[in-house]
């Protein structure tokens, strides 16, 4: 492994700096909890160690960004991505994450999980969006829906999106336009449960 990176950016990075800003607009206390990002260096070690190979970009972007975030006992929820309800992983939880997941549902099993799925945020117990490495592209992460156990049309990992940067797109319209919201009063995280709007896809 070269001791420098140099990696070109896609339209990523400012989409996440748009979306910090969009949700502490919300007064949602998601940057209090956010991880610092690691560095490129950090992700491809870590990623090597791991045993997976060319990551996209966007993943190193992403754990450049926040490195996950924190849950915090008596503050549930506080942690998240209002749209899609997300926990954010840090690579390391990610990895630990992936390897339970493996456990559970190994080759020949009824929904095997496959070695190149890295889980990125979690919804609970059953939910994840996971970066599909072996098809993803050079610079774009392609991006799986995972949810079992809710009673969700979904019982395999369904891909969402060609790309991390479409992910933010969508999560940054449901919030501009209210299909969730942060309630200051409770302080948690709301939906509009009443409306049909398949725009917002399910991980939103």
Do not use: C, K
Request: net charge negative.
């Amino acid at each position: 492994m070269p001791e420098t990176m140099s990696m070109q950016s896609t339209a990523l990075p400012p989409l996440l700096t748009t979306l910090d800003a969009a949700l502490d607009a919300t007064g949602a206390p998601f940057l209090e909890l956010a991880n610092t990002g690691i560095t490129e260096m950090q992700i491809a070690a870590t990623l090597e160690a791991a045993g997976l190979g060319p990551a996209p970009i966007e993943l190193y972007e992403w754990f450049q960004w926040h490195n996950g975030s924190r849950e915090v006992p008596g503050r549930w929820g506080a942690e998240m991505v209002g749209p899609g309800f997300w926990t954010l992983f840090s690579l390391e939880d990610s990895l630990a994450d992936r390897a339970r997941w493996m456990e559970t549902w190994p080759p020949g099993s009824e929904m095997p999980w496959d070695p190149s799925w890295l889980p990125i945020a979690g919804g609970g117990q059953q939910n994840r969006l996971a970066i599909l490495l072996r098809t993803s592209t050079t610079d774009h992460a392609h991006v799986g829906f995972w949810a079992m156990g809710n009673g969700q049309d979904v019982d395999a990992m369904q891909t969402a999106e060609r790309s991390l940067a479409d992910v933010v797109t969508t999560w940054l319209r449901a919030l501009r336009e209210r299909y969730v919201w942060w309630d200051e009063t409770h302080q948690a995280w709301d939906m509009d449960g009443t409306a049909t709007r398949p725009e917002f896809r399910l991980y939103s």
